[in-house]
């Protein structure tokens, strides 16, 4: 089978549910290419299976991966299958897989299921504080375990659509308010005196909208996916003048993040 995932990850764990998938389709023998959205690598019109990912983000996944689907996934060739797939970190339900459900169905593709996979939480702002390692290497386990699950029921690909009949169109301004708060929320991000302008931020921001000058200027584009905040070699990027923890899922597992 011609099997295509792709996703969007601020911090890796999407990436991580990702590539899980795609280890086990690639054992049950299929092809698979398997990529961020962020390599602009096109999805091919022969596409049999198309899984797409991304985090929650306040109940939705963010607006920035529903444009991309919108503008990059081809119209379904006969017979083609989705499966929507997010990371969260349990806060809040899967209502946004449920809206790329929906604009996957409008583009001629069958989706028999979606999946919410619960990660160790990247956000710490607020009342939310890092978990222990045990927590989260146990709930990576569980990911481990649901994503070959998933992979394992060949059922599914036979199974009925099951996108929503209702019109997602809530969610989506949910997805959109939201873009626009972080928009502002990014004006919050700053740089202490332990930077060192190696310029990872800059190379790794999703928005493009970090650039280093005599100092590291943080834009009106930003989507709060906290790759910055979490991917500093020095730790020295602050978010209301606040130092947070770093959260590093290679330190957690085995496994190597994007650089
Ligand atoms: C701005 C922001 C908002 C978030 N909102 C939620 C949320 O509403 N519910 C939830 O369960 N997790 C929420 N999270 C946690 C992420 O969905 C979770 O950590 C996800 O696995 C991150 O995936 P990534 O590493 O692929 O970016 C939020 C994270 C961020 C950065």
Same mark, same amino acid.
């Not at 349990?90 to 899967?94: E, F, K």
């Given at each position: 089978m011609n099997i295509v995932i792709r996703y969007f990850s601020g911090t890796g764990n999407t990436k991580f549910a990702a590539e899980e998938i795609q280890k086990h389709y690639v054992i049950q023998g299929n092809a698979v290419n398997c990529d961020s959205? &962020? =390599?602009?690598?096109p999805i091919g019109s022969d596409t049999e299976l198309l899984l797409i990912g991304g985090p929650i983000y306040a109940g939705n996944v963010p607006e920035h991966l529903i444009r991309w689907v919108i503008r990059n996934v081809p119209d379904a060739s006969a017979g083609a299958v989705a499966i929507p797939f997010s990371t969260s970190a349990?806060?809040?339900?899967?209502f946004g897989v449920t809206s790329l459900a929906a604009k996957l169905h409008k583009k001629g593709y069958t989706v028999p299921a979606l999946r919410t996979f619960v990660m160790p939480r990247n956000y710490f702002f607020g009342k939310y504080e890092k978990m222990s390692d045990d927590i989260a290497s146990q709930l990576v386990e569980k990911t481990r375990i649901e994503t070959a699950e998933l992979v394992a029921n060949q059922e599914i690909l036979s199974g009925a659509d099951i996108s929503? &009949?209702?019109? =997602?169109l809530g969610i989506d301004l949910l997805a959109e308010t939201m873009s626009v708060m972080t928009r502002f929320m990014g004006k919050s991000f700053s740089a202490n005196e332990? $930077?060192?302008? $190696?310029?990872k931020c800059v190379k790794n921001c999703p928005k493009n909208t970090i650039k280093l000058d005599k100092k590291l200027k943080f834009g009106l584009? $930003? !989507? !709060? $996916?906290t790759r910055c905040i979490h991917g500093c070699p020095v730790h020295a990027i602050e978010y209301g003048k606040k130092r947070y923890p770093q959260y590093r899922l290679n330190e957690i597992v085995q496994w190597k993040v994007n650089e």
């Open positions: 959205i &962020e =390599t602009g690598t349990g806060l809040l339900n899967a929503p &009949e209702k019109s =997602t332990n $930077c060192i302008r $190696c310029g584009s $930003c !989507m !709060m $996916c």
